[in-house]
Every structure is written in C-alpha cells, then in structure tokens.
T-cell receptor, first 113, second 116 residues
Framework: GENVEQHPSTLSVQEGDSAVIKCTYSDSASNYFPWYKQELGKGPQLIIDIRSNVGEKKDQRIAVTLNKTAKHFSLHITETQPEDSAVYFCAATPSGGSYIPTFGRGTSLIVHP | GAVVSQHPSRVICKSGTSVKIECRSLDFQATTMFWYRQFPKQSLMLMATSNEGSKATYEQGVEKDKFLINHASLTLSTLTVTSAHPEDSSFYIC????????????FGNGTRLTVT
C-alpha cells in the first residue's frame, strides 16, 4: 500500500517568514495530492491540492509543488501569519481501487508574532 | 463548498453506555462516508468506510461490534460507540467525497468523546 512520509513534525517560524513542509510517497500510481489544515479541536480543512499532471499550483500565500519522478511534494506558505498556526497534513490518493487517501503524520506549524 | 456536519461536537458519557455520532452531508449526496479516529498529536486513522445501503467496511484491528456504523440515507451516516470504555475516549471525525472519487475529502468538525 501507499506510504506517506511528512517532515518536519514541528516547524516554528517568525511572523512574515516562509514555511515549507515536505512529503514523500511510495506508490507511483498515486495521482492526487491534497493538503489539509487542522486547527485545534476542529476537523481538517482542505487548503490546496495538486494533481499529477501539474508541477506547481499557487493560491495567494500558499503553493504546492510536485515532483513525480522523485515522488515528493511540498507545501510552501509565504508571509506567515499567527493564524497560519495549525497542524498541516499532506495526503496521497491512488488513481484506482478505494481512492482513499493516505495521510502523512502531520506538521505542527507555530508562527510567532 | 461542500459541507459535512457532525454532531455532537463534544460528548461525555459514563463507562458502559453507548454514544451515537451523526455525520451529515449538507449540500451533496454521499454514497460513501469515512470515519476516522485521531489521538492527540497524531495523524488520522481510518476506522471504516460507510456505504449507503450496505454494510460498512472496517479497517484491520477495528472492532465492528464496538463501533457500529449505519448509513441509512445518502446524506447521513452514524457511528455508535457501544459499551464505551475510557480507552474509547478520542476525537472522531467523519468525511465524504463531494464530487466523486479522486476529489477532496471534506471533513466534519469532529466529535470529542470522553468516557468517564
């Protein structure tokens, strides 16, 4: 089955700095990669996603890059703000079968004002 | 956007009692819903796949008699934790695909279960 590794587990930055979270996956058949943000006591919320036919996608301060050959994808947050503080999960979704995504272990991002 | 509503958000129950958690898709029909369990500072652990009109599919190690799932309509799935014990205390989250498979999972806001 799919295996998703996510690093770092904790990331602490100053407000205004950039933050980068990296994930690797093992199944070359995975073709859809969503990122979720989970605030304390709430369910995960989709913030951005990317499909395997695209190398990069940007939405305001957040961007995601995908390297299919190396089987890794990354989340980039620029100009971080305290409200960006949360746990972020990456996921890899297979192109067939159950279509159930495999999640990384999460990154706790702390943005210091 | 797609909305998944989960109720209750918090529940405290005594050991030995049963607790029902509801998950509703508010603006779309969901033939399949997923139930996750999350321990503090850990990732999402898939417990079971809930299928409308048929039996749920449980992940390995999840007791189907302990965690009863019912998906009676295209917009409602329920998870009942039977004979709850303190070790069942956890954060339970449901989710569903809106526009079909290989699209984002939309999550409910979770239910914090505390068994005393």
């Amino acid at each position: 089955g799919e295996n998703v590794e996510q690093h770092p587990s904790t990331l602490s930055v100053q407000e205004g700095d950039s933050a980068v979270i990296k994930c690797t996956y093992s199944d070359s058949a995975s073709n859809y990669f969503p990122w979720y943000k989970q605030e304390l006591g709430k369910g995960p919320q989709l913030i951005i996603d990317i499909r395997s036919n695209v190398g990069e996608k940007k939405d305001q301060r957040i961007a995601v890059t995908l390297n299919k050959t190396a089987k890794h994808f990354s989340l980039h947050i620029t100009e971080t703000q305290p409200e960006d503080s949360a746990v972020y999960f990456c996921a890899a979704t297979p192109s067939g079968g159950s279509y159930i995504p495999t999640f990384g272990r999460g990154t706790s991002l702390i943005v210091h004002p | 956007g797609a909305v998944v509503s989960q109720h209750p958000s918090r529940v405290i129950c005594k050991s030995g009692t049963s607790v029902k958690i509801e998950c509703r898709s508010l603006d779309f029909q969901a033939t399949t819903m997923f139930w996750y369990r999350q321990f503090p500072k850990q990732s999402l652990m898939l417990m079971a796949t809930s299928n409308e009109g048929s039996k749920a599919t449980y992940e390995q190690g999840v007791e189907k008699d302990k965690f009863l799932i019912n998906h009676a309509s295209l917009t409602l799935s329920t998870l009942t934790v039977t004979s709850a014990h303190p070790e069942d205390s956890s954060f339970y989250i449901c989710s569903a695909f809106n526009t079909g498979v290989n699209s984002p999972l939309h999550f409910g806001n979770g239910t914090r279960l505390t068994v005393t």
